[in-house]
């Protein structure tokens, strides 16, 4: 059975639907840096999609081929997640949605290094004759943040940021908004195929100590 990382960082990937600290340490990601609305079909966060899956598969399946990964086991592909930010504004206004800008990434097994990662960007653009030029390969030390799980609309998340804020105020801590640390949200259900009220989304803010 192949290594599920939701399953086996389950503190990272499965919080309880109620406010937590937790401290995060470094990964990597393949990441696609974008703006715009995540709803547009034909927009660049869908797009960035695409490209991070055509990645994802070419790494999973390296084991099947010629290059050879140190250390590599099988495993499932880790969920979308996504950092979003708004120029001038703490937090995030889903009213304007045109106005996010986004990384979207996912996590890669810690056995994967920058070198495999540009293997796999050239063996996905001669393979399915792509360009993938905008994936890179990104590391995130997330540090201290304050998470938790959402149920529910994408559109719906303020009432359990809202929760979120009042959590980490009355434990003495506050936003930690910069330009290196963001709105994170990954990506537990398939819109397509979930119902909108059982999505689920982690939702994580970074935070520092109260001064």
Known sequence: MAFDY??????FYMPKNK???IEIPQMNYIAVRGKGNPNEESGEYKNSISLLYGIAFTIKMSYKGTHKIEGFFEYVVPPLEGLWWQENTQGLDYARKEDMHF???IRLPDF??????EWAVQEATKKKKQDFSKVEFFPYDEGLCVQCMHIGSYDDEPVTVDL???YMKANGYELDITDTRYHHEIYLSDPRKCDVSRL???VRYPIRKAE
């Open 200 to 202: 689920k989304t982690v």
């Open 164 to 166: 979120m804020h009042d």
């Open 6 to 11: 939701k399953k086996e960082y389950k503190v």
């Open 112 to 117: 994967v290094t920058k070198k495999d990662f």
């Open 103 to 105: 990384i979207s990434m």
């Open 19 to 21: 406010p937590g600290i």
